[in-house]
C-alpha cells in the first residue's frame, strides 16, 4: 500500500471521495443491451501511451486473456499524447458509455485536473476491475558511482540540485515518487521529464541523465542486460520476481509510492454491463499467458474487484495529493 506521512489537503480530497460515487455502478444514458445481450462485438481497449511502453505490454497481454473469458475479442487502440490527456480525455469527453471502448487508466485521472493538466476528472470514468501496482525504483546506470541510496543521498546533498531523475511527466506518478524521495531523504534534484521509461533510459545510458524514476518493470530489461542498476525499490519488502533488489525501507528511507493501473469506462456504464466485465477480468487473473508476461516483465499482479478497486483509489490518492500540494524539487 503507498501511503505517506502527513495529511494531505482536505478540500481537493473531500472533492476525490464525492466523485468515486460516480464513478461507481451508474446507469446512464450511454446505451446499454438487454440482458444477456453483452458483449455482442469486439471490445476497444485504449492504452493512452506508446506503443511498446509498459502500459502497452501489459495491456496487450490482458486483453488476450481476457477475451477468453468475455467471449469476444479485444482490440488494443494507442492513443498516446499530452501525458495522457488525449487517449483518456476521449474516453471522458466523447465515448459512449456502452462498454465498447475501455481504457487502462491509472491515478492521474485522480487528481491532474487540479494541476491545469487535464480538463476531466474522476468523474467522468467508471471504475471497473484493477489489475497492477507497481512499486518505484531509482535506476541508475551500472557504472554510475553510486550503488546505495546513501551514496546517492550524500552526493545530491554534496550538490544541491546538481543530481537529476527522469519522469514521465510533472505531476505524473514518477515525478511524485522522485518529490516523495526527495522529501523522506531531505534533498533536492532537478527533475526531467521525458515521454516514457525507454527515452529516460537512454539518456540514463548516454549520460545524459543521473538516474530515473519508474515502474521496475520498465527498466528491468537494462538491469537484466548489465546496463543499469536499481539502488532502491519503494515497496515494503522486496519484491519475489527480483529478490535481489533492496528497498528503501531496508536502507533507512521510508518511501513507499508507486503506481497502479485498471480498467475503466466512460462514465454512467450500466452496472450490469460493469459486472460483467469485472467477472470476465478477475476470472482471467490467473491465465497462463497473462501471468508469464507479468512476470517476466516484473510486473506486479494485483487483481481487485469493482468495489475495492474504488477503495483503493481513494486510499491511494491521498498521497499523490499530498506530495502535489507539498511541490518540493525542481522540474527542468
Not at 481537493?12 to 464513478?23: D, G, R
Not at 512499486?135 to 551514496?151: G, I, K, Q
Request: proline share 5%; aromatic share 8%; charged share 20%.
Amino acid at each position: 500500500m503507498m501511503r505517506t506521512g502527513r495529511t494531505a489537503a482536505a478540500g481537493l480530497l473531500a472533492a476525490l471521495t464525492l466523485t468515486l460515487a460516480s464513478c461507481a455502478q451508474t446507469p446512464g444514458s450511454g446505451g446499454g443491451e438487454a440482458d444477456g445481450d453483452y458483449p455482442s462485438k469486439p471490445v476497444s481497449m485504449v492504452v493512452a501511451w506508446s506503443a511498446g511502453g509498459g502500459t502497452d505490454i501489459m495491456t496487450r497481454a490482458f486483453t488476450q486473456s481476457a477475451a477468453e473469458h468475455l467471449g469476444q475479442q479485444m482490440n488494443v487502440v494507442n492513443k498516446p499524447g499530452s501525458s495522457g490527456a488525449i487517449g483518456w480525455g476521449e474516453i471522458a469527453r466523447s465515448t459512449a458509455a456502452d462498454g465498447y471502448t475501455l481504457s487502462i487508466v491509472s491515478p492521474e485521472i485522480s487528481f491532474l485536473r487540479e494541476q491545469g493538466l487535464y480538463d476531466f476528472g474522476l468523474e467522468d470514468f467508471t471504475l471497473i476491475t484493477m489489475i497492477n501496482q507497481d512499486p518505484a525504483a531509482l535506476a541508475v546506470r551500472a557504472d554510475a558511482p553510486w550503488d546505495t541510496v546513501e551514496e546517492f543521498v550524500t552526493a545530491a546533498k554534496a550538490e544541491p540540485a546538481g543530481l537529476s531523475i527522469g519522469n514521465s511527466g510533472p505531476g505524473l506518478a514518477w515525478d511524485l515518487a522522485t518529490a516523495a524521495i526527495e522529501r523522506e531523504a531531505d534533498i533536492e534534484v532537478t527533475r526531467v521529464p521525458y515521454d516514457g521509461a525507454a527515452a529516460a533510459a537512454q539518456a540514463v545510458l548516454g549520460g545524459d541523465l543521473d538516474a530515473m524514476s519508474f515502474s521496475i518493470g520498465e527498466v528491468s530489461a537494462q538491469v537484466a542486460a548489465g546496463e543499469m542498476k536499481v539502488l532502491g525499490v519503494a515497496s515494503a519488502e522486496r519484491l519475489e520476481t527480483l529478490p535481489e533488489l533492496p528497498t528503501f525501507t531496508e536502507q533507512g528511507y521510508d518511501v513507499e509510492i508507486g503506481t497502479f493501473r485498471g480498467v475503466a469506462g466512460p462514465a454512467g456504464m450500466d452496472p450490469a454491463v460493469v459486472s460483467t466485465l469485472n467477472d470476465a477480468f478477475v476470472a482471467m487473473a490467473d491465465e497462463p499467458g497473462f501471468v508469464d508476461v507479468m512476470n517476466s516483465n516484473s510486473f506486479g499482479i494485483d487483481v481487485r474487484p469493482t468495489a475495492e478497486f474504488q477503495q483503493f483509489f481513494e486510499e491511494s490518492s491521498e498521497l499523490y495529493v499530498d506530495l502535489l500540494q507539498d511541490g518540493s524539487g525542481a522540474t527542468s
